[in-house]
């Protein structure tokens, strides 16, 4: 029976033998709908295209492990999604291409920031400074709140500026995170209802 007349399962099952013309065909039934649907979230082709090759080259690697025990078309596209996610991310932590993030993720992060009110982000971001470390969280607020700079607020708390400097870039590196991952989920919701 030629590869085309088989169902995704039996072509998942002839990839856990290996079988390299069974993959090629899952390959071309979801390849251009997972690009689109990639491509209408990331708003990049290279992006887009890097994280549908992600997911394929994931399921050859790990075709003798894998068990799907649902839809095979929800499982690639749930796969997609969180490799967007992923992408997202690393957009936002690197910032490498400014163009990129300024032509697509900074418009819809406007929007999403304006539906949200300064209270909810303040509420956010708060409840993180309350997860810090209780040194951290101290020199954070010395900072941040009563805008004191780094040689007065190691002179107040007597400790070196080096480490006030080091607990301030902990802290801002603890805080990145979450709120980022927040804002992230956002705007993930945000790109697939548009």
């Known amino acids: 029976m030629h590869s085309v007349e088989l169902t995704d399962l039996e072509l998942l099952e002839a990839i856990r033998d290996d079988d390299p013309a069974a993959y090629r065909e899952l390959f071309n039934?979801?390849?251009?709908?997972?690009?689109?649907?990639?491509?209408?979230?990331?708003?990049?082709?290279?992006?887009?295209?890097?994280?549908?090759?992600?997911?394929?080259?994931?399921?050859?690697?790990?075709?003798?492990?894998?068990?799907?025990?649902?839809?095979?078309q929800s499982y690639l596209y749930r796969s997609v999604y969180y490799e967007v996610i992923a992408s997202l991310k690393k957009m936002l932590d690197g910032a490498e291409d400014i163009t990129a993030i300024n032509e697509s993720i900074l418009p819809v992060f406007n929007d999403i920031l304006d539906k949200m009110s300064v209270t909810e982000l303040d509420d956010l971001i708060g409840e993180e400074i309350r997860k810090l470390p209780a040194r951290m969280q101290e020199i954070f607020r010395l900072s941040r709140e009563e805008e004191l700079s780094i040689p007065e607020i190691a002179s107040r708390l007597?400790?070196?500026?080096?480490?006030?400097?080091?607990?301030?870039?902990?802290?801002?590196?603890?805080?990145?995170?979450?709120?980022?991952?927040?804002?992230?989920?956002a705007l993930m919701y945000e790109l697939t209802i548009r």
């Open 29 to 72: 039934r979801y390849w251009e709908k997972l690009y689109l649907f990639a491509l209408k979230r990331l708003k990049s082709r290279q992006e887009a295209e890097d994280v549908v090759q992600h997911v394929f080259m994931k399921l050859w690697e790990h075709r003798a492990s894998r068990k799907i025990s649902f839809s095979f």
């Open 158 to 185: 007597n400790l070196s500026e080096q480490t006030v400097k080091n607990q301030l870039s902990s802290a801002l590196s603890r805080l990145r995170k979450p709120v980022i991952d927040t804002l992230c989920l």
